[in-house]
T-cell receptor
Framework: AQKVTQAQTEISVVEKEDVTLDCVYE???????LFWYKQPPSGELVFLIR??????QNEISGRYSWNFQKSTSSFNFTITASQVVDSAVYFC???????????FGTGTRLTIIP | EPEVTQTPSHQVTQMGQEVILRCVPI?????FYWYRQILGQKVEFLVS????????KSEIFDDQFSVERPDGSNFTLKIRSTKLEDSAMYFC????????????FGSGTRLTVV
């Protein structure tokens, strides 16, 4: 069975600060895929990134960066120079190879204070 | 950018009534999914659908639930006899090549059972 843990329920930071959202996962599969989704106040789920288990290279996309460490089963998400528009609930998710289901974490509610 | 369309955005129904939630996936996608999110909680997998049949389903997806692709564009979720605990946001998603490549989610249907 798969499990995704997002231990930070809520985080508040002042605008322009950097913030890291933690994600720890459990799976017995050797091939799997990790995702981050953003859920803004309007409620939709917005895809941010996908990473497969063989690719431990960190990724940067503008102010967003992701740190995948297989040794600690973590896939953390950092927002640099946060903005008010980053306020949302962020979900980490896992899908093993050959499985169509995404297992989501419980989400982290991020509030950026102007 | 192509999107997954869900209708209605909000539906209120009386306990025991049947509801049908509708989704139009992205046109060239072959994999379809339903998820639900009880208010403030995590996103939970209900069912995946590929090649005109269910490929996976969760324990939540019992005999009260069914899915259908009645034509080439729609994908529906039916709840036969709604219960109060079915109140949730229901998300439809689609993927071109399967879960490992990530999904595109619709904006959701908020179902309220009274």
């Amino acid at each position: 069975a798969q499990k995704v843990t997002q231990a930070q329920t809520e985080i508040s930071v002042v605008e322009k600060e950097d913030v890291t959202l933690d994600c720890v996962y459990e799976t017995r599969d050797t091939t799997y895929y990790l995702f981050w989704y953003k859920q803004p106040p309007s409620g939709e789920l917005v895809f941010l990134i996908r990473r497969n288990s063989f690719d431990e290279q960190n990724e940067i996309s503008g102010r967003y960066s992701w740190n995948f460490q297989k040794s600690t089963s973590s896939f953390n998400f950092t927002i640099t120079a946060s903005q008010v528009v980053d306020s949302a609930v962020y979900f980490c998710a896992l899908s093993p190879f050959g499985n169509e289901k995404l297992t989501f974490g419980t989400g982290t509610r991020l509030t950026i204070i102007p | 950018e192509p999107e997954v369309t869900q209708t209605p955005s909000h539906q209120v129904t009386q306990m025991g009534q049947e509801v049908i939630l509708r989704c139009v996936p992205i046109s060239n996608h072959l994999y379809f999914y339903w998820y639900r999110q009880i208010l403030g909680q995590k996103v939970e997998f209900l069912v995946s659908f590929y090649n005109n049949e269910i490929s996976e389903k969760s324990e939540i997806f019992d005999d009260q639930f069914s899915v259908e692709r009645p034509d080439g564009s729609n994908f529906t979720l039916k709840i036969r006899s709604t219960k109060l605990e079915d109140s949730a946001m229901y998300f439809c998603a689609s993927s071109e090549q399967g879960a490992r490549y990530g999904y595109t989610f619709g904006s959701g249907t908020r179902l309220t059972v009274v």
